[in-house]
């Protein structure tokens, strides 16, 4: 069973670090791009950007570029999201999605993990 | 990279057909078929509905189907259920080789 199970909630402070995980299992995680979505509070879908893990080829959206970083670690099937420094505006959940294999669409999705950031 | 653009909201009765349009330009919706559909219910992650504009994936209802014309994408839900009242979001390929999602439509079952 395909499965991408993220890391949990998390509380920061503006100004601090975080890097939240996305971990692939039940198929061949190297093969398959890795996206993240946010979706602010009562807010849409919006897309961050896209990794490939076996060699890290990365897309950003513009919104977001410069902002995150994707990043990935092949050993451990596991996709990451990372910030330097948190703003208030990125309080948010935010989702991992796998794209299909042939196509560009986004067939399993993780759990989604909280993150809210106080000022 | 502006949203595409969906109806903030339509609504429908039990058995009757709904269609949530999906704006774009022909740098996305119009310039290729790789249009895909997510339903999400409140709480829960998107799932997907509709890929390659008009393909459903395993396991999805006859129910819903997709189509476009020009840089307008449309997903069709047919014989309507209490079960698929959920936000409905449409996305696309870019020409940049992003993606970009609609801001969304919230479908009510009456």
Known sequence: EVQLVQSGAEVKKAGESLKISCQGSGYSFTNYWITWVRQMPGKGLEWMGIIYPPDSDTTYSPSFQGQVTLSADKSSNTAYLQWRSLKASDTAMYYCARRAAAGKEFDYWGQGTLVTVSS | QSALTQPASVSGSPGQSITISCTGTSSDVGGYN??????????????????????????????????????????????????DEADYYCCSYTSSTTRVFGGGTKLTVL
């Open chain 2, 34 to 83: 790789y249009v895909s559909w997510y339903q999400q219910h409140p709480g829960k992650a998107p799932k997907l509905i509709i890929y390659d504009v008009s393909h459903r994936p395993s396991g999805v209802s006859s129910r819903f189907s997709g189509s476009k014309s020009g840089n307008t994408a449309s997903l069709t839900i047919s014989g309507l259920q209490a079960e």
